[in-house]
């Protein structure tokens, strides 16, 4: 007999960015890159938002509960 080979649970990085902090609420990925393109990966010189604020990462240890995106309603980290 044979031993069952179980799968592996899938490992996040705390660091990996999982949306986007501008404009006084979070953005999942896809709606903040369809606003900013790929100036979002610009660190030196960041967008920003309607209030000139710089436009910030947020990471997957950032999240304490149910985040959201303001645009989409999709839960940020899934």
């Keep these: 007999m044979t031993p069952e080979i179980l799968p592996r649970p899938e490992y996040r990085k705390t660091y990996e960015i999982v949306g986007w902090a501008y404009d006084a609420d979070l953005r999942c990925n896809p709606c ?26 947020v990471f997957l240890g950032d999240l304490r509960g149910d985040e959201v995106c303001g645009d989409c309603f999709r839960k940020l980290g899934e």
């Design 32 to 57: 903040a890159q369809a606003r900013f393109g790929d100036s979002l990966k610009d660190e030196l010189n960041p967008p920003a938002d309607q209030e000139g604020n710089p436009v910030t990462p």
